[in-house]
């Protein structure tokens, strides 16, 4: 529908390996965009790496208790 051409040329984006890679990366996207807006991470007002670390794993665990109901749903099915 639009008439933009893609960066990337033919001969990469040809192979299945490439699909795979895309949906992989949508999968990984999704979880630290939802980390910098809901988690607060996009501004962290912490001083110290290993605050910042704690804060990262604490808002990954969070991320994974909100994605159980429909991982445990798409597996029961």
Known sequence: TSRRASAIDRRATRHAGYALSQKKRKLI???FGWAKTIGGLARPMLRGASR???KFTLVMAAYDLVRLPKL???VAA
């Open 52 to 54: 910042l670390a704690f």
């Open 29 to 31: 996207e999704e979880a």
């Open 72 to 74: 445990l749903a798409a």
